[in-house]
């Protein structure tokens, strides 16, 4: 372990931090939540001029976390030929899913099917496919939508660790992705299957999907459920699930459908709805 920071994540104990963290965020005593949020903003420099709502408007700082924006805040990339970006935050890697593994950082890859709660059949779909990883900082706009047209076709909740998803961490932690608690959801779209999974980290209290509310999280067992045809339809750039104190999403496509526009590098910053590649 190379820092105190990389200790002290091994050691703390992950869902109890989380639990805690999201009862003080989900209170709704107007002096305490106006306090928080205006710690936060002040803290992480948020920029409120593209919230629809101003402070004293929140019912909680879970409320402010999960702000929605004013309208055409995000304008979308045409995804009759581009793939979105599905949040604001930064590119943590980009490229190829390459015999199985997805890279993390120098000398840290996890695979597919460990991403997706061990769904083996799935994972090979995605062998030579694309993958994206894209950290929320906590400034960022924390609602996830679609990069592309889908039906759901399943969500899988996968119990897991709770390590920070940060650089450092990313790192200094094997397969940290596919350690941390997650929700793994697989749509078929026009072009094939892909998987959007949220990914927790520390002090995330909740992940939220516009199909069934709050998910249940912090839970030792894994859970799938799975969906009829035609149930759930989104278009590209529709709302999909939301992080309560914020983490990362993964994104999978199969083989020759989607080719990332060469000017991202890991590191890089985007915006939801911004063109992240191209369609083939």
């Not at 045809?229 to 989104?234: C, I, L, N, W």
């Amino acid at each position: 372990m190379s820092s105190p920071f990389i200790w002290l994540q091994h050691i703390l104990p992950h869902h109890a931090v989380s639990r805690s963290a999201g009862a003080l965020a989900s209170s709704e005593v107007p002096w305490l939540k106006d306090l928080m949020i205006r710690r936060f903003i002040d803290t992480y420099d948020v920029d409120m001029g593209e919230a629809a709502r101003g402070i004293g408007e929140f019912r909680s700082f879970n409320d402010f976390f999960t702000r929605e924006l004013k309208p055409g805040a995000r304008p979308l990339a045409d995804a009759e030929q581009f793939i979105l970006s599905p949040a604001d935050g930064a590119i943590s890697q980009i490229g190829r899913v390459e015999e199985g593994r997805i890279f993390q950082a120098k000398g840290r890859h996890f695979t597919a099917a460990q991403l997706l709660g061990g769904n083996t059949e799935a994972a090979a779909r995605f062998e030579g496919g694309a993958f994206a990883t894209i950290y929320l900082s906590p400034r960022d706009y924390h609602r996830v939508h679609m990069p592309a047209a889908g039906t759901l076709a399943s969500a899988t909740y996968v119990p897991g660790e709770l390590f920070s998803v940060n650089q450092v961490t990313a790192e200094n932690v094997d397969g940290l992705f596919a350690r941390n608690e997650r929700l793994a959801c697989l749509f078929d779209g026009p072009d094939g299957s892909f998987a959007s999974v949220m990914v927790g980290a520390m002090i995330v209290a909740g992940i939220e999907t516009v199909w069934s509310g709050l998910e249940e999280t912090h839970s030792s067992h894994l859970k799938r459920r799975d969906f009829g045809s035609g149930e759930h339809a989104f278009a590209a750039g529709d709302e999909m699930g939301r992080f309560i104190l914020g983490s990362t999403v993964v994104l999978l496509f199969e083989p020759g459908k989607v080719e990332w526009l060469a000017e991202f590098e890991p590191g890089d910053a985007v915006r939801m709805g911004q063109a992240l590649g191209r369609r083939l």
